[in-house]
C-alpha cells in the first residue's frame, strides 16, 4: 500500500531524506532558473499567440505538480518553443488570435495533453514514444526552430503578418515590409545582437577581466534580464511607444494564477484531441530525453511511466490555473541541473519565484517591448536548429535520410503536425517495406569448420541435393508472400533438389500469416518430392509452433543446429569437419 | 523491345503456341463457367445496388482485357462477392440507390480502382498487399459473407430494408417483418434450400445413380440455372408478380455493353479514393491468391505486378463499358480450371457467351424473383464463413487472434471498410509493439562447446567480469530506448561487471535511432569504466556501422564470433572447451 503510494507519488520517497544541504542547493538553483524564466515564459507565451501572463501562469502550478509526482531530480517544467508553435498552430484553427475562446481553447489543449499523458501512464503506454524515430525529432525540432524563428521576425519587423508555414509566413512579411517601424527594427536587431553575443562572448568576456567563471556563468544566464531592463527603460524614457509606435507588452494583471476552467464541449474537444496527442508525444519525447540525459549523469533512473503521470499533471494544472501545454524543457532543466538543484523541491522554489513576479513584477513590464521577446526566441531557437542530421542519415541509412527530409519539407511547407506525422507515418512505411524484402543467404559449410556462411561470399561446400537458405528476418505477415516466392524460385529453377533447409537463426517471430506460408511452402514442395527442414529454430518460435499442426505436417525434420542437418542430409559423417576443427 | 513488349502483353507469349487441344479444352470450359456466370452476375450486380445487366456487363471486356494482359491461365475476372459488397457500401456514400448518380459513381470507382491497380503495377508496388496479413484476411472475408448473406434476406422476405452494418440491417429487417410477403418467402426458401442440397447433395445422388463423375459435376455448377429457370416459369406462369407482389427483375436492356463515361468531377473522384484503394487491395490479394494457388497445380508462375497491370486493364475496361470493379473471383476460377480451362483464351470463350447472353436472353429473365438471386448470393457467400481463424490464431498467437477478432467484429458493427483499415492499421501497430519489446537474452557458454545459450534455461559458464547479452531483433528506433533501458538496469545493479558484450547473430539491421542509442550506451559504460563488445555482428550491418564513427568511439572490439569475444575477454585459453568437443 505504501509501496503503491510511493511509486506513484515519487515526493513521498526523497521528501523523507531531504537535507539542509540539499535545501540550500535548491534554493540558489531556483533564482538562478526563475531569473532566466520571467523573460522566457513571457516570450513563449507570445509565440503560443496569448497573453503574456499565460507563459508565467504556466509555469507556476505545473512545476509544483510535477515536483509531487515526476521522478527526474533536475528536470524543469514549463512553457517550451516548440510546444508553444504547436500550440499556436492547434489553437488557432479553432479561433481567433486575441478572442477569449482563443485563451479557453489553449486551456482546453492543456487539460486533453494532460489527460492523454496520464492515461498514458496509466496503462503504461510510455512505449509509443518510441515510434518517433530518433532522425525524425531532430528534423522536425530543426524545422520547427526554423519556424519559430521566421514567426518572430514580424515583432522584430515591427509588422503584422501571420502564417503556419514558412512559405506563408515569408509571403506575409514581404507584403508587410513597407510598413516596417524602424525604431522597432533597432530595438530587435540590436536585442537579437546583445542576446547572441551574451550566449557566445560574455563568459569568455569576464573571466578574462577576472570574474569568477561561476559569476560568469550567472551573469549569461541573466543576459536575457538585461536585455529587458535595458529596452523597456529605453522605451519608457523615450516615449517611443506614443511618439514611435513601438509595440509593447502593455498592462498585465497582478495576480496570482487564476483559477480557470477549460472549454468541454464536444466539439472543440474532439477539434484538439489529434493536436493534444501529437503535443503530448512530442513533448513527452523532448522530456524523456532531457530528463534521461541529466539522470545518466548522476547516476540515476527515471521511470517513463511514472514520467507521464507527472507531466499529465502539470498540463491539467496548467489548463486551471491560466496557462497552457507545457513539459520539460531542455533550456532550462540544463540550467537548473548545472545551478546544482539537487531535488524536485528546487522546481517549487522555482514557482514561488515566478509566482512572486506575477504578483509584483508584472507593473514593470509594461512597456517592455515585444522585439525583445522576439529576440530572446530567436536566439533560444536558432541553438536548436542543426542540419547534420541529414548529412548522418545520408551516409548510414537512406531510408533514415528520407524519413528526415521529409519531416523537415512537410513541417516547413505544411506546418508541424503534418511534418511530424508525415515523419511518423514515413519511418513505420520505410521499416515495414525494409523487412518485407528480408536478406535471405543461400549458406554452405566453411571447410574445416561448423560454421555455414554465404555461398557468395565466401568458400565454401554445397551439396546439389541440398538447398540451405538462412533466412535474415523475423517472418511475419509483410513478409510472408515474399518466401513462397523465394523457395519457389530457387526450387523451380534447380531440378536435382532433393531437400530445403531453413536456417532460422535470426527469425525472432513467426505470425500467423507467415505459418501459413510455411505450410504452403512446404505442401508445394511435397507435391514436387522436396522435403522441408528447418534448422537453430529459436526456444520461443519453437515452442509456439509446437502449438499448431505445422510440426506435424512438415515433410522434413527440425534440426537442432545447421550442422547436425547439414551431417544428416548429405549422409557424411561428422568426422572430417571436427577433425579439421581440432 | 520485343522482350519488354512480351513482359507487359503476356498473351504475345502463349498466343504463339496455341494448339488445337488447348483451343478444345478452352471452350468446354467457357461453356461450363458462362453456365455458371449468368445467375451469378446477375445477382452480384444486385448486391452492388446496380441494376442486372450491370453484372454481365462487367464480365465481358474486363474478361478480354485480362485474357490480354494478365499472367494467371485459369483466373476467371468479374463481379466477386466481397468487392460487389464494398462497391454498395461506397457507392452509397455518394448517391442514392437507383439513380442515374449512383451508376455513374460505380464506373467512377471501377476506373479509379483499375487506375490505381495499374499505377501500382507500373511502379512495382505489388509488396503493398502484403501488408494485409492473412488472419486479417480472413477474418474481414467471413464477416463480409456474414454481411452479405444478411444484406439478402431483405429480397428473401419481400420488404424494403437498408443499412450498411449488421446492427442497422437487422433492426431494418426486424422493422420491416410485418410487411413480409410470403409467396416470396415460400420461392426464397425453396430457392436456398434447393441450392444449398445442389452443393452438397446433388452430385453424391446423381453419381450414386449412375450418371459419369464428370455431367454430375456439370450438372451441380448448373443448379443455379435450374432455380433460375424454375422460378421464372412459376412466377410467370402464375403470374406471382401481378397478383402476389412478387419482386422481379423486370426489363433489361438487349444490348453488348454499352460505352459509359465515367464522372470525373474532383469532388466524386476525392469521395470515392479511399474506398477505390481498398477495393484495390482486397481484389489484388484475393485475385493473387487464387491465381497462385492455382498456378501451383500446374508448377506455373504468377507476376504480382504485372497481375496488377492485368486487373488495372480489366477495372478500366469495366468502368467504360457500363460494369463496375472487378477482381479474379475464387469459385469462378475454380471452376474454370477444374473445367479444363488451358489458357486465358478460355476467359475470351467466356466473354463471348456472356455477350450473346446479354444480347439475345434478357428478356427470359424479365419474370425472374429477385428472391432466386438472393438465394443464389446467400448460398455462395455462407461458404465463405469460417470462423476457424479464431480458434487458429488464439492458440498459435494472441496478437493476430486481436487483429482478426476486432477486424469481424468493426466490420459487422461499422461496415466493410472501417472493419479491413482496422485490420490492417492494428497488425501493423500489433507488429510494432512486438518488436519494440524485443527478446534478450544473457548468454553463458556451454561446457565442452563452442555455443552461447541462455543462463536461465541451461547449464553454462559465466564470468563476473563479463555480461553477454544476446538480442534477438533487429535494432530500430521502435526499441532503440528499450536497448539503452537493458543495459543501464543490467550494468548498475551488478557492480563487478567490466565487459558488456552485445551478441548480434539476430540483429539484422541496427538504423539511425539504434546507432545513436548503441552511442549512448557506449558513453554511459565508459563513464563508470565498462567496456562494450559486439560479437558476431552480419556482414550488410558490419558495413553500414563502418559507414558511422561508431566503430572509432566503441570501448571495446568487435568480435566475429561469441567464443571470440569469451575467450579474450575471460583471458582463458580455448584449449578445454575444444578439447570437450572432440
Known sequence: MIETLRRYVPILDWGRTYTRDALQSDLLAAVIVTIMLIPQSLAYALLAGLPPEAGLYASILPIILYAIFGTSRALAVGPVAVVSLMTAAAVGQVAEQGTAGYAVAALTLAVLSGAILL??????????????????????ITA??????ASQLKHILGVEAHG???????????????????VTLVIGVAATAFLFWVRKGLKPFLIARGVRPRLADIAQKAGPVGAVVVTTLLVWGLGLSQTAGVSIVGAVPQSLPPFTL??????????????ALLISVIGFVESISVAQTLAAKKRQRIDPDQELIGLGAANIGAGFTGGYPVTGGFARSAVNFDAGAETPAAGAFTAIGLAIAALALTPLIFFLPKATLAA??????????????????????????????????????????????????LSIA??????????????????????????????????????????????????????EDLVQDRVT???????????????????????????????????????????EVKGPVTDRLKRSHFLDELT???????????????????????QAAQ
Not at 144 to 149: E, F, M, R, T, Y
Not at 385 to 411: E, H, M, N, Q
Not at 499 to 527: F, G, P, Q
Request: proline share 4%; charged share 15%; hydrophobic share 50%.
Open 119 to 140: 492515461a498514458m501512464g496509466l496503462f503504461r503506454l510510455g512505449f509509443v514514444a518510441n515510434f518517433l524515430s530518433h532522425p525524425v525529432i531532430a528534423g522536425f
Open 144 to 149: 520547427s526552430g526554423i519556424l519559430i524563428a
Open 164 to 182: 503556419h508555414t514558412l512559405i506563408e509566413m515569408v509571403a506575409s512579411l514581404v507584403a508587410h515590409l513597407p510598413e516596417t517601424n524602424l
Open 262 to 275: 477549460p472549454g468541454l464541449s464536444l466539439d472543440l474537444v474532439s477539434a484538439l484531441f489529434i493536436p
Open 376 to 425: 530572446t526566441i530567436i536566439v533560444a531557437v536558432l541553438s536548436l536548429v542543426d542540419f547534420s542530421i541529414l548529412k548522418k542519415t545520408w551516409g548510414y541509412a537512406k531510408a533514415d535520410f528520407v524519413a528526415v527530409a521529409a519531416t523537415i519539407l512537410l513541417t516547413l511547407g505544411l506546418g508541424v503536425e503534418a511534418g511530424v506525422s508525415a515523419g511518423v507515418i
Open 430 to 483: 520505410l521499416h515495414l517495406y525494409k523487412t518485407s524484402k528480408p536478406h535471405v543467404a543461400e549458406v554452405g559449410l566453411v571447410p574445416g569448420t561448423h560454421h555455414f556462411r554465404n555461398i557468395l561470399r565466401h568458400h565454401v561446400k554445397t551439396h546439389p541435393e541440398v538447398v540451405t537458405l538462412r533466412i535474415d528476418e523475423s517472418l511475419y505477415f509483410a513478409n510472408a508472400r515474399f518466401l
Open 493 to 535: 529453377a534447380d531440378s536435382p533438389v532433393k531437400h530445403v533447409v531453413l536456417m532460422c537463426s535470426a527469425v525472432n517471430e513467426i505470425d500467423t500469416s507467415a505459418l501459413e506460408s510455411l505450410e504452403a511452402v512446404n505442401e508445394r514442395l511435397k507435391s514436387m518430392g522436396v522435403k522441408l527442414h528447418l534448422s
Open 556 to 578: 522434413g525434420e527440425v534440426f537442432l543446429s545447421q550442422y547436425d542437418a547439414w551431417v544428416a542430409l548429405t549422409k557424411k559423417t561428422p568426422g572430417p569437419a571436427l
